[in-house]
């Protein structure tokens, strides 16, 4: 496999757009940050609270979890609540099992969701299948819904596999049960999307992805579905895990696929820590985007490992209360000011490195190291403009970055 991460000369393979709610996926529009609800949602109020949360992080599609009537019914109350709160991103219904009956028996349900989302693996078995996701296509385009198309490794058509690997073994030189399946996951996607547009659905309402929890099966199905189709194409690494192994699984996974041009948009599937901030994934979905050059979304932090010079923990501690505090207050950020996602700062921890990368950043502060004068200057646009001292530093540190943003990027 060759690696190819020239992102200056990134394109995006062209990819027929879908309007999803207030967003346009696909064609020339930024590639979208997507996230899921953990919650239970017959739980209006959590899962509406938890919705706002992802949003006011950054997510830009939100999609719940619709399985059984209680959460059916839920539907359109937590449409409400989050419009209330003045939050406008698009929520996804994700439908395994009794879909069809459930967007046939609560009609209110099916018309607040902004696209539903279909997995043809357990949509239904044998001479059920085609009649209940015909079902599920007809309401869709009934609505003016757009559906993605969503297989997944762990729920593969089994009726489908069993069917190419009957003919493959039939074959003089046949190939290996992993490309099989992987052919499998392919076609169980774009003979589905076919199919809802023989029932229906316009080409420009339809999203697809093959989901995967091993990496390179992932690029090599990815590579396949941009080679042979135009729907826009949603990412991810199903499964990837928790901690250090979810978030570097799906960066190497992700990365690798966005640099050659594919993907409209992406989730970070991961298991999040007992009553962990679900919020993660998307910022890791954002420093995917954000570190490939691709988009940018809140200000970039520079902070050093520590070493040996660096013993005090009042860098570290600095560097996290920066980064925390950008995050916290880029909801109302984003409103007030344009382009601040763009500002880089620098938050350094002695004096070999600390000053050059202020230097380079907008705003930088050089802490000192064990054995350094404790004084900590600040650069502005490369030049020396504050020495903070004492024990206020953070706060300090974050009225001149607050002024600095009031006075380079607030809307005129």
């Known amino acids: ?167 493959n073994s039939k074959l003089k030189k046949p190939l290996d049960a992993d490309s099989v399946t992987k052919q499998a996951l392919i076609e169980s996607a774009l003979n589905s999307a076919a199919r809802a547009q023989e029932i229906g659905l316009k080409k420009e309402q339809i999203i697809i992805s093959c989901k995967v929890s091993e990496l390179h099966t992932l690029i090599e199905v990815y590579d396949d579905l941009a080679r042979n189709s135009d729907y826009s194409l949603h990412l991810g690494l199903t499964e990837a895990g928790m901690g250090i192994k979810g978030i570097v699984s799906s960066t190497a996974a992700l990365s690798l696929i966005l640099s050659k041009g594919i993907g409209d948009t992406i989730r970070i599937s991961l298991t999040p820590k007992p009553d962990g901030d679900r919020r993660e994934e998307v910022y890791v979905a954002q420093e995917i985007l954000q570190n490939l050059g691709i988009r940018s979304f809140v200000p970039k932090v520079t902070a050093c490992p520590g070493c040996g010079r660096t013993t005090s923990k009042v860098f570290q501690e600095l560097a996290e209360d920066i980064q925390n505090y950008i995050r916290n207050q880029m909801p109302d950020w984003k409103k007030k000011y344009d382009g601040v996602e763009s500002l880089k700062l620098a938050v350094m921890g002695c004096i070999v490195n600390g ?37 206020n530093i953070t706060e300090d540190f974050k009225k001149i970055i607050h002024n600095y943003i009031e006075k380079k990027y607030k809307k005129k």
Not at 375 to 381: A, G, K, S
């Open 1 to 167: 496999m060759s690696l190819n991460l020239n992102l200056g000369d990134y394109k995006r393979r062209k990819s027929i757009p879908v309007k999803v709610g207030n967003l346009t996926i696909g064609g020339n529009n930024p590639i979208v940050v997507q996230s899921m609800t953990n919650t239970d949602t017959a739980d209006i109020k959590k899962t509406s609270k938890q919705i706002i949360d992802l949003a006011n992080a950054g997510s830009e599609i939100v999609r719940i979890t619709v399985d059984r009537d209680d959460s059916a019914k839920a539907v359109s109350y937590i449409k409400d609540e989050i419009i209330k709160a003045d939050c406008n991103v698009p929520i996804v219904g994700d439908f395994h099992y009794v879909g069809h009956q459930l967007l046939n028996k609560f009609p209110d349900c099916a018309k607040a969701l902004d696209k539903y989302r279909i997995n043809p693996g357990n949509v239904g078995f044998k001479e059920k299948k085609d009649i209940q996701f015909s079902s599920m296509i007809e309401t869709a385009a009934k609505n003016n819904k757009p559906i993605r198309i969503g297989v997944n490794w762990g729920s593969l058509d089994q009726e489908l596999l069993a069917d190419l690997m009957d003919k």
């Open 355 to 391: 000053p050059g990368e202020s230097k380079n950043a907008d705003l930088g502060i050089s802490l000192p190291g064990t054995g350094e004068s404790p004084t900590m200057p600040v650069f502005i646009d490369g030049k020396k403009s504050h020495t903070l001292r004492g024990e």
